[in-house]
Each structure stands twice: as structure tokens, then as C-alpha cells.
């Protein structure tokens, strides 16, 4: 459509001119990254901004630009920038030591706080990222269950190589995986029941987040814990992003224990880390005690900065109750942010809970990836490019993702960006969607 082509054009080129150090920063780049990246998702057009500092919730940029942070480290941010509670855990593990080859106490403690905070978890283990983490799931449950099939979720993301946003990947990882839709329940209890006794395990997101922060509907995930254990396979909830929201994570708040969890993000303080555990039975395959235990490696599994700062993070910064009320201060503005959208008549709406939120251009919440339309889509660059015109850093797709350092001012002064793009957009935003 030739009106938001231009739309889209036209703030581009007035990003471009305000930060022509991000732009030359982004060409030398070129030289020894495959177009200036590393990291796939941070790409955008025209060029993406070179960030030099942050502190609290805010970044600046290599023009001199600040930003409040809501892409967020895609949600392992939560702590924000710098935080002295989690600075001083690092710089103390500096001191005595690092790369040390040896178990030491922070990993022992950081697995007695993951274990004693959400119900399924009776043992963990530690690996380096979120991916890590699902990798070892499902490996484990192919191994536990003597199967190889396994059930993901279309538009749902585990993973650099365990992926199926639009479709299949083709850097995945070769399991067997047969794919239904979220929150389809008849759809998800056909699949497994054809599968049946060939299904290692079902892998499934509570809230599917890069989907677009789509909740998973209770009876959904009831339905997959119910259907799993008849027929003998394992029910694994990826909780690296939604770990975050309130004291036990989304398994926590619906009653609903799955067999392995996976955990990441936020749980390292900001570092690299990534955890996956589940019932005392599951877990005793990889005891080294054991005959015959399985050998999981991974040569910064237990690096000490990790767990120094994961430690830190959730005994002293974000304990159960301040995951309570740092939940519901962020559903408040999300709720809020519906009511403005509601009010002007605008079709566009905030998916998600908590501190995971995405934007959709829709008058309803969006309850399956299928409900996310083409002209949906669309619209996502020029609302990603304007908002950061106004000084609200984004994720590419609409995302949004609060941290702990924010304030009721740093939410306002986004609500006002969000509500400056409605007044300003909602005739074209109408025009895309009806054609």
C-alpha cells in the first residue's frame, strides 16, 4: 500500500538523519560481520542503532540519543543497566577467581533458589543460554521415554535452532517434530493422540512470546498436561521468558506442573545463563553417582559470574514478593495502555501480561498466531520506527518488556508516544486493515 510505504519512508529517512554515527558505525561493520550483525533479531531498516551505555532503564546511543529501554534484552534484561546490588555479586566472584573447573557455591545456591521458587522443579542444571536449555528437554525426554517424536507449537520459539516462526527453520535442529496450533485444543489432543506412543514430548510456551505474547488458554495447557500423561509422554513448559512473571512463573499461577521447565534470561542477573529441571525421578538420570548416568557438558555451565549474579538477582533484588507486585504494576499499564487504545477508537491492542507485552494493531486481544493478520504485520515498522523517534526503544515486532528500574514517569512518557502514534496514524492504520 503506496500511503504506508510512504509513511514507512518517510520516518526512516528522519532516523537516519538524526544518527549518522549509528549509520557509519553500522558500514565499517561490514567488514568482519555478515552485514555489520551478529544477531539477527537486532537488525532493522534502515540500520539499526549502536548503543555505547545504560543505565537503570534508559540507553544511549553512539549519537548522543537516550532511550527508555523496553526492548529489554528481549526480557533477560529485567534488572535494567548496571544494577549495584548485581555489580557488587560479579565483582566479588572477579576477585576470588573464575574459570576455576571445580563446582563452587554459587551454583549450589542458585539451584536451591530456582527449586524452592517454582512447583515443578524438584533438581536443576545449568547450562549457557535459553536454547541450551531446551536442547537438553527434549534430548532428555527422547532418552527418558526411549521415543523420538516431539510436538511444538506453529509460531512458537525455543531457540536460535528450535524455531517455527512462519514456518519451519532451516538452521533447526533435526528432531522429529510434529507441529499443531497454539491454543487449539482440539487441534493439539488430534495431534498427540495420532502420534500416541511414538511421542517423547510436547513442548509448549505458556504465554507464546515471540508469536506475539499470546496466552496460553488454561484448558489448552490443561488439556496438553492431561493428554501427555496418557500416553506416556513427557509435558515440558518453556518458561525462559515467562519465568519473570510473578513469584512462580506462569505454572505457578495456573496450578499446572509439567514434567521439565526451562529457565533462562532474566535468572543470570543479565549474564549468560540458562537452566532446565523437573521431578527427582527425571533428574536422576544425570546423576554422576549413578551406573550409567547421562554426561551433560558444557564447559561454562557453572561459570562463576553467572551464578554469582543469578544468585544475587533473585535472593536479594527480585525475591517472590517483589515479583508479585512488580506483576501487577505491569499489567496495570498494560490494561491502561487498552483503555487509551479503546478510547480513541483505534484498533490496536496491548497482548501479553505482566511485563511482556506486544503491540497488535486489532480491537481484541489476539488469542492465536493465525488471529495476526497481514496488514497487522505491516504496520509493525512504522510503529517501531516512530517510537523510536520519540526516545521508546522497542523490539522490531512490537514487543515491550519492563524492568525493575522503571518508573510510573518512564511509563507515562511511553503511554504518551503510544497514544501520539494512534492520533497521528489511526486513518492509515484503518486503511491497511480493511484492504
Known sequence: MESLRSAIEDARSRYAALNPLSHAADKGAERYLPGGNTRSVLYYEPFPLTIVSGNGAELTDL?????IDFVGEYSAALFGHSNDVIKSAVHEALDNGVAMGAPTQYERDLAGLLCERFPSLDQVRFCN??????LMALSTARVVTGRNKLLAFNDAYHGGVIKFLGGRCALNMPFDFVLADYNDIDGAADAIDQVGDELAAVIVEPILGAGGNIQGN???LETLRQKT???????????????RLGPA????????KPDLTTIGKFIGGGLPTGAFGGSAEVMAHFNPKNAGALAHAGTFNNNVCSMAAGCAALSKVYPAQRAAEFLDWSEAFRLSL??????????????GLGSMIAIHFSS?????????????????????????LDGILVCRRGDLFLSLPMDDGQLSTARFALEKFADRYKPLIEEVLAA
Open 229 to 243: 500423561r496418557e500416553v506416556g509422554a513427557l509435558l515440558i513448559f518453556d518458561e525462559v521468558k515467562t519465568a
Open 218 to 220: 488454561r484448558t489448552f
Open 364 to 388: 481484541k486481544p489476539t488469542k492465536r498466531p493465525t488471529d495476526i493478520t497481514a496488514g497487522c504485520q505491516s504496520l509493525r515498522p512504522l510503529l517501531h520506527m516512530e517510537l523510536l
Open 129 to 134: 543460554t535459553g536454547t541450551e536449555a531446551n
Open 249 to 256: 512463573g506462569v505454572q505457578g499461577m495456573i496450578g499446572i
Open 338 to 351: 487498552n483503555d487509551m487504545f479503546a478510547a480513541k477508537g483505534v484498533p490496536m491492542y496491548a497482548n
Open 63 to 67: 549519537d548522543g540519543h537516550s532511550y
